[in-house]
């Protein structure tokens, strides 16, 4: 998807933070990393493919008690519904374990990590090289056939036949079968084995049925760019809801009765419909918001203490700042080859220069924690990976006098113009950058040349269109720049994370495409740690490899995280719907926009 630009050049940070667009979602694609969207894209139809039809131009009203609203997931007249089309409308998904239609095997929990049952009941690994999933019995697609293991070794091999979007998880996978009606083997590749992966893919792949996709295939003459312009208009799936209506200003999907998981959660989903109307800009989709049109909102809302200022029943998952939680970390990488920056005192000293709270308030509006440098969030799903007090005294804070005596003792002296050359290499300018009109981006860079002038260190920030941004962050060609590694929930994080930044193992040189570790950053050891790590089950083993691997990273500083970002934007106004999860609850259902994961499991406990 692309992104909606600002209409004029950003002159401050403070217009900046007033003027902060909405965050969408951004499905990552393991093992291959994905940057975190940051403002409204744009929703666009794919060349030789119109619009999807509709049989009516009228708005179909659904009953407003009956009707969950949700924005920020689409934002243009749908194209399709087609999974592998590359720009299916919602509620079709690949990447965020979305359940309304097709669903996944098991669903992620963001608080814990976890993989919960939905069409798997259970997984476990026979042996070192093979997963059996065992699959619900009572499952059926919404045209009443049964769902069976035929279903899902025909879906995984779809990514074989095709390169569609889970095509990469036959980097690890040698072979899916069937074995009987209810149970299927996913057999890793014996040169490249990856458990982490080959779980990635169990919440991640959405099932499609064999006998609909199979039809479809014939009458695209198995040609891809074909089978990409089918509209699907009708999905069939195993989730709760089906298509009822749509048409360029909003798509709403109705609760399936028949719906088998009624058997598994005991009842129906609350909702009757659940419909995104199709606001036309953020501010648009806020108002309506704030008005009890929308039950739950997936835009980026600055200042949303706001919102409930006066005693309008809107919250966070979170009580108090950063009302969200994190999901990424959105962060700075250095080119190993500049000079100047090659130094890893120097890069130290940049990331003890950096005002974190400042890019947190003004960038994120306070949504991102204070910062504790690291390879894993600060979640309880990822920090019990790293022994926090070990890595403790390597950690960097806001530290300009710190910075500054580290440059002293390194003999980076300043010059009559403030900045300073070591070994007589000037250091700057610099440039830093990230794509025009991602704006808390945008804003973060601005703080982040700042606040190294203060250090002596001349960084000039750098905004190109995004296309030519890609190409700088692939082959090189840039002295820092901004990218997101690997931002996902998802089981192989922080494995994914701790791959995007260190991994050097199949990193083409400067000047070709490179899809992870972007800065070519080079380290044998933490090379053999990454390729050890998704073998490993025994905790403390992972615990003190994972240790060992963030007290390198802190030591060299390949990269800088600048800020902690939500996944989702989860915040829900309970005018109309009550009992979306929160904080210490007791419920376990995490804030991922009733639809993703086990963020799902809240339509079954909302209520009127």
Known sequence: MKHRKFVTVISGLAMVATTLLAACEAPPTPPSTATNQTTKPETTVPAGQTAAPTTTTALKETPRNETMYINGLQWGPPANFNLISGNPAFPINYGNSRELVYETLFMINQLNGQLEPLLGTKYSWTDDMTLKVELNKDAKWSDGKPFTADDVVYTYKLGKKYEINWSSFWTYIEDVVAEGPNTVNIKMNKTTPNKLTVLDSIELIPMLPKHIWEELEKKANNDLPTLRKEINADPVGTGPYKMYFYNDQKITVVRDDNYWGKALFGKLPAPKYITHVIYKDNTAGDLAFKSNQVDVSQQFIPQVWNMWKDGAPIRTYLKEAPYYLPGSMPSIFFNMSKKGLDNADVRRAIAMSIDYKKVSDLAMSGYSAPMQPSLTLNTSAEAKYVDQNAIKPLQWTTDVAGANALLDKIGAKKGSDGIRVLNGTRLGPYEVECPYGWADWNASLEIVAQSAKSIGIEIRTKFPEAPVWTNDLQTGKFDI???????????????????????????????????????????????????????????????????????????????????????????VNETVWKGFPAQSDGSNIPPQITIDGAGFKSLFQIHN
Do not use: C
Request: aromatic content about 12%; hydrophobic content about 40%.
């Open 481 to 571: 720049i901004m990218n997101t590694p690997a931002g996902a929930v998802s089981p192989s994080q922080p494995w994914s994370r701790a791959r995007a930044i260190m991994y050097s193992k199949g990193v083409a040189p400067l000047g070709e495409l490179a899809f992870w570790n972007w800065g070519r950053y080079k380290n044998a050891k933490a090379d053999e740690i990454i390729d050890k790590i998704p073998s490993v089950s025994d905790e403390a083993q992972l615990k003190s490899m994972y240790t060992e691997l963030t007290k390198m990273w802190l030591t060299d500083v390949p990269s800088i995280p600048l800020m902690y970002r939500p996944w989702v934007f989860h915040t």
